[in-house]
């Protein structure tokens, strides 16, 4: 019953049908109250409305419900770095460590990888740390689950290796290669 409620959640979301989702993850929320996947289904409702504080506070109650369960520490990181901070930058600290933990909790879980890569990548200020995102691919690639993860994690880790070579090449000091 929940699952068949958290499927129409996300066919009503996919075909932008808000009121729908809402209604099958009310129905859902009544049958399981304490079900992490519930508060996950609602955080990802909340985040495509834009209702980012609302998403990171079902991501934290999914995540209290089921310690064990990567994919609202992944969501939740999103939710960081796509929450508006008056004056300055999202908390990319806590998405890293939250995208930590996912991996942590589940080595093979690909989006983990994916968001992590493009999150360190993207503040790396020396070749160094590109490097070290150049590695999490390569860890991520020993766990993957199908060749369409393999596909996604192979081009990420060229495009990265691309981006570290032609620094180096180029004798730049930083990475910023803009």
Known sequence: HILARLRLATICMAINDME???SALREAEKAAPNSAEVHSYKGELYFAQGLVEDAKKEFDTAMSYEKGNPTPFVNAALA???????????????????LEKAIELDPQFHAAYVHLGQLKLSMAQ?????????????????????????????????????????????KMETFNLQ
Do not use: F
């Open 20 to 22: 729908g989702a809402k």
């Open 80 to 98: 960081i770095m796509n929450t508006p901070v008056p004056g300055g930058l999202p908390d990319a600290a806590k998405a890293i460590e939250l």
């Open 126 to 170: 020396d070749l160094g740390t590109a490097r070290e995102v150049v590695k999490l691919y390569d860890k991520g690639l020993v766990h993957c689950r199908s060749r369409d993860e393999i596909k996604d994690l192979c081009g990420m880790r060229i495009l990265t290796v691309a981006q570290v070579d032609a620094a180096t090449v180029l």
